[in-house]
């Protein structure tokens, strides 16, 4: 069995101060896949126009993604043009076009109504509703969302608290969605909603896990060069979602070490226009950012010392 | 011998949204010397008004603070006024008084001179040259700064560079000074004038330390409350100096400790208004949170499992 993913399946045009890319592949689905992939297998749900590039998600399929569930209709696929800013600071969008993700109905195929693991891309939460409905059971149910849905669906988003496990949201949306500033009250006014956990995401900071009682916290990966950061936190939660599918568990020491394969995944999606670092990504270059985050993280408490002593 | 911290020695009246405090301690030396007095003896030079209220700084002579060094004259002392806002995302400054303070030369006594770690807190970088001009052949220089001696001292300022071992400084600071956007970039630009070490400190996010072949994150406990941010800067210094004299050591491993115990005490500072939390702060209560800090940063690497399978 693999991980159900469902989200969008897009295009992207994206200008940095490093340059540009015209078209590429983006998109939540596509950005979670690729570096959910390298951990577990997973089946994707989406829709695209005739004009999509299928052919560019080979390298994932070849990982084991099923890739079937991808809806090919007639029209234009969701396309987004972005321009970030010379400080990376900040974005202006120069276009976005729903195309035939407008109509987008998710259809859960039969064999994938079983899927244990699920994870929610940030699609209107009407839909998010929809997939739920026709998932039996599942024992993890993960959703992103974003300020556009908290503003627009807000109801409909919070009765789907109730349904998810894990809600990963980025720190200014987690402050709208509780109006609370604060993040540990934000935090927990949203498991009181229903998610036993709320991973916030707070780009090159980093990211919290509120659970509970108790929490865990993991830096972002310092970089010379942040080249593209599309998709950062879908591959945040790719990698976080994949050691979950892997493992099976949500045992603090596994949901940690899921934190840990979300930045690690984050910082690797940021090297790179659109999915390029992935394709060829290896367990090696991963294992190796893993022993560096070990190494910028770890230390051994005034206690810890005096005990060895 | 102890350590030699020269700094502002100040009366500070706060607005926040939880309440507000009239002519209470502050300045950069004060919040330095409450921290760092935890953990190992401090010797502070500084200059206060005949106004100044010394005798509310007996706690601090009881935990071995030397505040022999602190000249009173005839004037009044540095006062600061500021108003956070709802969010306590920034804050108004209402009034800068520097009275006394305007005329300040700090004469470090005889027997400080032999100082082996010297802190020199955020305050002119021609009197932080003045300082280590009287200071012999000290092992540890740390020293903070601010915008305002970025901007207007910058000369000044980028030499002092070459005779510090440890710069600490705000991620914007980092940034205005190395006219840098990018925090690793900006941290080897300050390195490369002299400081082997570069303490970027990023608020609630935690701070990061740069060296030269390795770098150490360490988070912003997570608190409920932030009652006042007032000199949250000033204790993280001092927690990390404290435990830099405590240990004399600036091996990798206690540099780490002194990252935790910097956060650790950056993050009582916040909880009370002035140098509050501090009074009756015992050492349990510091190792508790740094239990704490242990448990919300540790991890164990997918290849520690792996080995230990």
Same mark, same amino acid.
């Given at each position: 069995?693999?991980?159900?993913?469902?989200?969008?399946?897009?295009? *992207? $045009?994206? #200008?940095?101060?490093?340059?540009?890319?015209?078209?590429?592949?983006?998109?939540?689905?596509?950005?979670?896949?690729?570096?959910?992939?390298?951990?577990?297998?997973?089946?994707?749900?989406?829709?695209?126009?005739?004009?999509?590039?299928?052919?560019?998600?080979? %390298?994932?399929?070849?990982?084991?993604?099923?890739?079937?569930?991808?809806?090919?209709?007639?029209?234009?696929?969701?396309?987004? &043009?972005?321009?970030?800013?010379?400080?990376?600071?900040?974005?202006?969008?120069? &276009?976005?076009?729903?195309?035939?993700?407008?109509?987008?109905?998710?259809?859960?195929?039969?064999?994938?109504?079983?899927?244990?693991?699920?994870?929610?891309?940030?699609?209107?939460?009407?839909?998010?509703?929809?997939?739920?409905?026709?998932?039996?059971?599942?024992? @993890? !149910?993960?959703?992103?969302?974003?300020?556009?849905? =908290?503003?627009?669906?807000?109801?409909?988003? @919070?009765?789907?608290?109730?349904?998810?496990?894990?809600?990963?949201?980025?720190?200014? #949306?987690?402050?709208?969605?509780?109006?609370?500033?604060?993040?540990?009250?934000?935090?927990?006014? =949203?498991?009181?909603?229903?998610?036993?956990?709320?991973?916030?995401?707070?780009?090159?900071?980093?990211? =919290?896990?509120?659970? *509970?009682?108790?929490?865990?916290?993991?830096?972002?990966?310092?970089?010379?060069?942040?080249?593209?950061?599309?998709? &950062?936190?879908?591959?945040?939660?790719?990698? %976080?979602?994949?050691?979950?599918?892997?493992?099976?568990?949500?045992?603090?020491?596994?949901?940690?070490?899921?934190?840990?394969?979300?930045? =690690?995944?984050? $910082?690797?999606? !940021?090297?790179?226009?659109?999915?390029?670092? %992935?394709?060829?990504?290896?367990? *090696?270059?991963?294992?190796?950012?893993? &022993?560096?985050?070990?190494?910028?993280?770890?230390?051994?408490?005034?206690?810890?010392?005096?005990?060895?002593?």
């Amino acid at each position: 069995m693999s991980m159900l993913c469902v989200g969008s399946v897009a295009l *992207d $045009s994206v #200008e940095t101060p490093f340059g540009s890319a015209e078209r590429v592949l983006g998109g939540s689905a596509v950005f979670f896949t690729s570096a959910a992939t390298l951990l577990a297998p997973v089946s994707v749900v989406g829709v695209v126009g005739d004009d999509y590039p299928l052919d560019a998600l080979d %390298f994932l399929a070849n990982r084991g993604a099923d890739l079937s569930g991808i809806e090919k209709r007639e029209g234009k696929s969701f396309f987004w &043009a972005g321009r970030y800013h010379a400080d990376m600071g900040g974005r202006d969008t120069l &276009a976005t076009e729903l195309g035939v993700f407008a109509d987008f109905q998710p259809k859960i195929p039969e064999a994938l109504r079983k899927s244990r693991h699920v994870f929610l891309g940030n699609i209107a939460p009407s839909l998010q509703h929809d997939v739920l409905d026709q998932v039996e059971s599942p024992e @993890v !149910v993960a959703c992103d969302t974003m300020n556009y849905w =908290i503003e627009g669906s807000r109801d409909s988003l @919070v009765s789907l608290l109730d349904r998810v496990d894990i809600l990963m949201i980025n720190d200014e #949306e987690a402050r709208q969605l509780a109006d609370e500033c604060n993040l540990v009250k934000a935090s927990k006014w =949203i498991r009181d909603r229903g998610p036993d956990i709320v991973v916030v995401k707070k780009g090159e900071h980093g990211a =919290i896990l509120f659970a *509970d009682d108790w929490l865990f916290f993991v830096p972002g990966f310092p970089l010379e060069e942040v080249f593209d950061p599309t998709g &950062a936190g879908d591959c945040f939660a790719g990698g %976080f979602m994949g050691h979950v599918e892997q493992t099976g568990s949500l045992d603090p020491d596994d949901l940690r070490r899921a934190m840990v394969y979300g930045s =690690i995944m984050g $910082s690797f999606a !940021v090297e790179r226009f659109s999915v390029d670092r %992935f394709i060829d990504l290896t367990p *090696d270059a991963i294992e190796a950012r893993m &022993a560096q985050f070990h190494e910028m993280t770890a230390f051994q408490s005034h206690a810890q010392v005096e005990a060895r002593v």
